[in-house]
């Protein structure tokens, strides 16, 4: 696999056209049943993908887990690979190898599963290249880069039976489980609109110059299956969030924590109406994705969500920067990571329930810290040896990532969407449909 990368030549070894067939079945929410075929005595290993920022994270919280063994570390560029040796040094993976193509980690046949933090454009295909060599794959949040890449990444898992879990951690928060399960149950009464937010204070990203690529980065791979495009000073490392030839925007980029808690807590699946308001407010630049964005999600059973994005403008909500707030004919809740508050319909606080720090303190690549993270790695883990339930299987997240897909493809063509409730489907708007698929 050791072969430079021509888009063409990789989508056609991917198999993406075929991956459709499976589709009908899959968009009614089922997954596989798969059973894990490891010797219970063997270490699972794993690869590592994508070490610039979250894949830091993924080796820490591995780190924290009894019979795994990290074997590569991959990324393209030349620094990051060496930060990820370094965390596998300090992790005591001394076993593990680094890699600037992932594809060679695939084919060892002592790779189990792969995690991967790459920018959204590889998530899909990289996941499908794993599939197909037999891996499992954990998969950072969103789970695909546009709605038809998260269809076929659930007919790519149907056709290898392998196990993919994206990483929305909150699925794996004791307090966020319990708390959701006592919404279910009525604490609130009939939970019928979800609110969830997120604030940052981001720099403008000035206007790119074409440059040379710079001798540590293998830009092509990088670029991987998207369309060519030159580069420039001003995409790599972070900045690809922001254009949407690579990126999802802030909505996908950490919208999808509190969409998903919300949609959760509501127990919908994908809207019937979606809007979206909002541009790039704060600087004039390159930055294509809204720096400022409200969406707004009908479902069927009179429940609706609202995310509101502000990228550039870090005013605290609730004295929170993100959080969701479920609200209900008896009371609400507020929920801020791995903690809560229940309120009664007189706004008085009459239950709480809040997170102990984290011990290991908090890492920077980790929004939630490497305690709760490793919650979210360990489940997949042991999904993986024993056979045991995903708390986030992408039957179920994908639905939360295109019903942001579909917040964003509303804001693309200014208009209300009109969907399909049963698998999210735009209907009557061909400017739209068009966005559903590169």
């Known amino acids: 696999m050791n072969t430079p990368v021509n888009r063409r030549t990789f989508i056609q070894q991917t198999g993406l056209a075929g991956l459709g067939l499976a589709l009908p079945s899959l968009l009614k929410g089922q997954s596989p049943s798969i059973a894990s075929t490891l010797n219970p005595g063997r270490k699972i290993g794993l690869a590592v993908v994508g070490t610039n920022n979250r894949g830091l994270s993924h080796i820490q919280a591995l780190d924290g887990i009894a019979g795994v063994d990290l074997l590569y570390v991959c990324d393209v560029e030349d620094k990051a690979l060496a930060k990820g040796m370094a965390a596998a040094k300090e992790a005591k993976f001394d076993g593990a190898k680094a890699l600037k193509d992932f594809r060679k980690a695939l084919d060892d046949k002592q790779v189990d599963a792969i995690t991967i933090a790459t920018p959204d454009h590889w998530h899909t295909p990289m996941a499908l290249l794993a599939l197909a060599a037999g891996k499992h794959v954990y998969v950072e949040k969103p789970c695909s880069q546009n709605p038809h890449e998260g269809e076929l990444l659930l007919a790519g898992i149907a056709r290898h039976q392998r196990l993919v879990q994206m990483g929305n951690q ?59 495009r030159p580069y420039v000073d001003n995409l790599i490392h972070y900045n690809w969030h922001w254009f949407w030839h690579y990126g999802t925007g802030e909505a996908l980029n950490n919208g999808t924590h509190e969409l998903d808690v919300c949609r959760w807590a509501l127990n919908v699946g994908f809207p019937s109406k ?12 390159d930055w294509e994705t809204p720096d400022t964005q409200m969406v707004g999600w009908e479902y069927e059973g009179k429940k609706a969500i609202s995310w509101e994005g502000r990228s550039c403008n870090g005013f605290k909500e609730n004295r929170l920067d993100r959080g969701v707030m479920i609200y209900g004919t ?9 903690s809560f508050k229940i309120y009664d319909k007189k706004n008085s606080v009459v239950r709480e329930i809040t997170d102990r720090a984290d011990a290991a303190g908090t890492n920077t690549a980790s929004a939630t810290g490497i305690r709760l993270d490793r919650l979210h790695v360990r489940n997949f883990i042991e999904a993986i040896r024993s056979g045991s339930p995903l708390n986030s299987p992408i039957a179920e997240a994908s639905i939360s990532v295109t019903t942001l897909h579909l917040g964003n493809i509303a804001q693309r063509v200014g208009s209300t969407l009109h969907c399909d409730s049963s698998n999210g489907h735009i209907r009557d708007n061909a400017a739209a449909a068009k966005l559903w698929r590169r």
């Open 170 to 228: 909150r699925r794996s928060f004791p307090n966020v489980q319990a708390i959701i399960k006592d919404i279910h149950a009525g604490v609130i009464g009939n939970a019928y609109y979800a609110r969830g937010w997120y604030d940052n204070n981001r720099v403008s990203i000035g206007h790119g110059k074409p440059a040379p690529v710079p001798s540590t980065l293998d830009y092509e791979l990088w670029q991987g299956p998207a369309p060519r």
């Open 330 to 338: 008896e009371g609400s809740v507020l929920i801020d990571g791995n």
């Open 274 to 285: 979606v809007s979206s308001t909002g541009g790039r407010f704060a600087f004039q630049d």
